[in-house]
């Protein structure tokens, strides 16, 4: 019984120490003297429990190295564990996990990724199975070296944490920014940065001979400081920042733990949101019910507010009411404009008092934000259809009349999802601070925004921007070669679909052509957004020919002024047919266009880098009316919240940077905002994005 309780006990501690540590940043420190650290939220490998017979002696006369001491400090302690290479896969399944019948919260596996690729392929299979088996054991990883197709999928899958050895080599800052550049893009591209961080070394106490093999690393402060000033201003999504640092003197150790608190410990800006728009509570004479609003929001869970100012004309002086007692509950608060087309003449309101000024409005709201910290961003909806109005210079305006009285006032466009692609990114990336992006119809959507705001290629598209127009004829197609086999029947298989649903037809067709012939066509009007499996029989196409050349084509049979569409195209199969590359491999595909066609196949996947990210929040209906009209019906409770779940458990995978419900009806007798509200609690204490 006892050793049952003590079981119990330590679960619970570390359930509660997951979910604080996950609303802190990662801080961890390999060091000689961590119990002298102030800001550290993870440390190896000073940590023994009483069930572990194999803990060094040394360690266990130290109480306070003991895990749930560690663990009542809100730090999570991780257990050191080699790779030995010469286990088989399942021998390392076994070691590793044998950390949870030791009574570990967590792991902290050294050396991977610096042997031979099929060490590496053995190591990440290892690291998924062993997740699958033992799913609430925390593993980090200590990554060195390249980082393979293989391990990328290992961490994806199997790892929580990993930390990229970016050390070893004598200290040069040219030579470290490329270093960490490199690996902020590699795993960007990789989907894994929201659980990445760089690990960097300090060895200023080592001895001279040691200097003499390895190099001296990060050994003064003030270069510490630029590089972790470096890293957080490149990968804002990273989590935090490591130290390998055994060999350090306490001087730069608590200078690295001071510096990590400074610039690690606050959430990066625009990150971690989780926000609900407008649907404001007024009192019987028209003003915003400041406190209820206050109150309510503090019992949905959120971090952030979207105070629209459209509704009355007192929406600004109420703004000035809300914000310091937003700012008393942890709220920020983000202002919300309306454009010129939500305006006089098109509707009897204007964003008051300032109207279409924007430029003054810029000014308005970065002065009050000095006065509230807690104004920390602002938005103008519906951005992309008035972008005649709102050009790329005037925003620039607007912005450098804001950052010269706060620069760190952010400012974010409203945007729909079929709105962002490479040209929007072309033309405003450079004049924003990010984006919040409206009504996901899926997961997949999400997925394709990330990619494009993160400079990451998303293949196996074709598709035409809104807002350009087109000419009858303008296409976009993409071909390869394949050989034809000596049999009857060929038949050609692949899953598509389209992001439109509209009755417009005419216009836009899919297309698959042999050799200039089209052989199966579908206008884009109507249909769903599912996958569908389409079946061709070319037989007749290919008969009597050794080579024939297949293309995927998106065709303008009329032209079109406003009228976007993206086909999405997968798992082609062939019979009969010998193909060089399937879909898998879009860069192998020959890419020929006219017009304002865009293709993910050929020379223009290799543009994703994964140089830049622009933060998005993903805006969700939560309103029946909003949601029916986005999604259909039924427009209940339940079913807004399976979209704010499928929008959240994006945010826990790193595909966005927050989630805002639109139009939350906050009513005390709201099924949908308990619904919210128990979503936002789950999901914030896994990941920590209310920040609190």
């Keep these: 019984m006892r050793i049952l309780m003590l079981v119990l006990c330590l679960a619970a501690m570390a359930t509660k ?28 490998p000073q940590v023994w429990t009483p069930q572990d017979e194999y803990s060094a002696d040394v360690l266990k006369r130290r109480p306070e190295y003991e895990q749930s001491s560690w663990l009542r400090k809100g730090i999570t302690p991780l257990r050191w564990m080699g790779y030995p290479h010469e286990k088989s896969e399942q021998e390392l399944i076994d070691y590793w996990a044998s950390a949870v019948r030791q009574g570990y919260v967590g792991i902290a596996i050294d050396e991977i990724g610096h042997v031979s690729p099929e060490v590496d392929a053995k190591a990440a299979r290892a690291l998924i199975a062993l997740k699958k088996a033992c799913p609430n054991l925390f593993v980090a990883v200590w990554h060195a070296g390249g980082l393979t197709d293989e391990l990328l999928k290992g961490y994806r899958d199997g790892a929580d944490l990993v930390l990229l050895e970016t050390y070893g080599v004598p200290f040069e800052m040219q030579r470290y920014m490329r270093w960490i550049e490199e690996r902020i893009s590699t795993v960007r591209k990789a989907g894994i940065i ?29 270069v510490l400081r630029q590089l972790m000033t470096f890293i957080r201003q490149k990968a804002p999504d990273m989590p935090g920042i490591a130290f390998f640092a055994p060999k350090a003197s306490q001087k730069m150790l608590m200078a690295a733990d001071k510096l990590a608190g400074e610039i690690f410990g606050k959430p990066a800006p625009l990150h971690d949101i989780i926000a609900d728009y407008d649907a404001e509570l007024r009192r019987p004479d028209g003003r915003v019910d400041v406190d209820l609003m206050v109150a309510r929001l503090k019992e949905l869970g959120v971090n952030t507010y979207f105070w629209l100012i459209w509704h009355a004309p007192t929406d600004w002086d109420d703004l000035h009411l809300f914000l310091p007692k937003a700012a008393e509950a942890g709220i920020q608060v983000w202002v919300y404009l309306v454009p010129p087309s939500e305006s006089p003449p098109y509707t009897k309101l204007y964003s008051e008092p300032f109207r279409l000024d924007y430029i003054r409005w810029a000014e308005e709201i970065a002065k009050l934000s000095l006065k509230h910290p807690n104004l920390t961003a602002w938005v103008i909806d519906d951005f992309y259809a008035n972008r005649q109005f709102f050009t790329p210079e005037y925003v620039r305006k607007m912005q450098g009349r804001a950052k010269s009285i706060n620069p760190r006032l952010a400012f974010l466009p409203l945007m729909y999802f079929p709105e962002i692609n490479r040209k929007f990114v072309d033309e405003y990336g450079q004049v924003i601070d990010g984006v919040v992006v409206a009504y996901p119809k899926d997961a997949d959507e999400i997925e394709e925004a990330w990619a494009i705001l993160n400079d990451v290629a998303f293949p196996g598209e074709l598709s035409y921007p809104w807002g350009t127009p087109s000419s009858p004829g303008d296409f976009v197609a993409v071909s390869q070669r394949a050989k034809v086999l000596p049999q009857e029947k060929h038949i050609i298989r692949f899953r598509q679909r389209d992001d439109f649903i509209g009755p417009t037809s005419g216009y836009h067709f899919k297309q698959l052509l042999i050799d200039g012939n089209v052989v199966w066509e579908e206008d884009v009007a109507g249909g769903a957004r599912q996958w569908q499996e389409v079946v061709v029989d070319v037989s007749e196409f290919v008969r009597g020919k050794e080579v024939v050349t297949i293309a995927f084509r998106l065709f303008d049979k009329k032209g079109v002024s406003n009228f976007g569409v993206r086909w999405r195209l997968k798992d082609l199969q062939v019979d009969g047919l010998e193909i060089e590359a399937d879909l898998t491999e879009p860069q192998k595909w020959k890419v020929e266009k006219r017009g304002a066609f865009e293709a993910g196949f050929g020379e223009n996947i290799v543009q994703g880098q994964g140089r830049f990210h622009i933060p998005f929040i993903v805006m969700t209906a939560a309103q029946p009316y909003e949601f029916r009209l986005r999604h259909g019906d039924p427009a209940t409770p339940e079913r807004i919240a399976q979209w704010l779940e499928m929008c959240l458990k994006m945010w826990k995978g790193g595909r966005c940077d927050g989630v805002v419900t639109y139009c939350l009806d906050k009513s005390l007798n709201s099924q949908t905002f308990h619904l919210a509200r128990k979503l936002f609690m789950e999901f914030c204490s896994v990941r920590g994005g209310a920040g609190k």
């Design 194 to 222: 929201h659980k990445t961080v760089i690990a960097l070394g300090i060895n200023d106490a080592a001895s001279k001979e040691e200097w003499q093999k390895v190099g001296q690393w990060v050994n003064s402060s003030l």
């Design 17 to 44: 120490c997951f979910s604080q540590c996950r609303k802190k940043p990662v801080i961890l420190f390999w060091c000689s003297t961590p119990e002298k650290l102030a800001n550290a939220t993870f440390i190896t």
